[in-house]
């Protein structure tokens, strides 16, 4: 892909990142995502990013960018680089949309979810239309993936539809944005959670169109609630207590698979950080979504 990197870009170092949505404040899931990601950067000798996904202001909720930033440097969780705001980048995102124009990979679809599932995802010969409120696909449909996930093991998926890269009302979708961010800033290790997994074969598929690498994916285990529901803002889990930062940390760190001292949670949580890295265990982590305990 034809865009400058990022300053903190590199081609040697392991460089990785955590990007929250600002449709709420963190929950203890988010946390348990933000410090895998960030362990597993700093027991690397890596470098760790925070990036704002602040890309649907319909779905945001006013003040949350700034709670989440609050709750994760509360934590100790701080970017070795300055925040990215995706709200900031169209124009690297219309510049990857170009440059996939040109190589003849996307293109304009007004299809309603029915029509695209009748053409079994292939929509470029029966949903073509720019006259009209339409949406930018990347062409992928029966394209299959094989990867080897940190936690998840070897998976193999099929990908049935092609993807929306911009949607009608004009948005950027997901799926380009966070794949060109990862390029622009030379994310080369992604550690997310779980529920992301089925979204990564598309994503491998951006990656090798716009000339990048697919960096190594690491899908974490989910917090799930009592409904055997992961832990979330739509499923109103409780915002993080910031006061609590240390109990946080040591619950977090259980739940992935360290076992900390006893009297940890006493420390600040720059001290606990510091322990917690010393100690972090890929193999340590337990790949099934489970309650906390």
């Not at 990656?207 to 989910?222: I, K, N, S, T, V």
Request: with cysteine; glycine share 8%; net charge neutral.
């Amino acid at each position: 892909m034809s865009l400058p990197p990022d300053s903190s870009s590199s081609s040697e170092r392991y460089v990785g990142r955590f990007a929250p949505s600002p449709t709420g404040p963190l929950h203890f899931g988010s946390l348990v995502c933000a410090l895998g990601s960030y362990l597993d950067a700093i027991a690397h000798g890596g470098h760790w990013l925070i990036r704002m996904e602040d890309l649907d202001p319909p779905r945001e909720m006013p003040g949350a960018a700034e709670r989440i930033l609050h709750s994760l440097h509360a934590h100790g969780l701080h970017s070795h680089s300055p925040v990215v705001w995706q709200s900031k980048r169209h124009d690297l995102y219309q510049q990857a949309l170009q440059q996939l124009r040109a190589q003849d990979q996307i293109y304009p679809c007004s299809c309603t979810r029915e029509q695209v599932r009748r053409a079994g995802g292939h929509t470029k010969a029966n949903c073509v239309g720019e006259s009209g409120p339409h949406s930018l696909r990347f062409r992928c449909a029966s394209a299959r993936e094989e990867f080897a996930d940190i936690w998840q093991g070897t998976q193999q998926q099929a990908i049935d539809e092609d993807p929306i890269l911009k949607r009608k009302d004009g948005l950027y979708a997901y799926q380009l944005a966070v794949v060109v961010d990862d390029i622009a800033q030379g994310v080369n290790h992604v550690v997310r959670g779980a529920d992301l997994l089925d979204c990564t074969g598309i994503q491998r598929c951006l990656f090798r169109a716009l000339g990048a690498e697919p960096p190594q994916f690491g899908h974490l285990p989910l917090v799930m609630n009592e409904a055997g529901q992961k832990l979330s803002k739509q499923n109103h889990a409780a915002p993080l207590d910031d006061n609590k930062a240390s109990s946080n940390l040591v619950q977090a760190l259980g739940f992935l698979g360290l076992r900390p001292p006893q009297d940890l949670d006493a420390n600040t949580p720059a001290h606990i950080l510091a322990w917690a890295s010393a100690h972090w265990q890929r193999k340590a982590v337990d790949r099934h979504n489970r309650l906390l305990d």
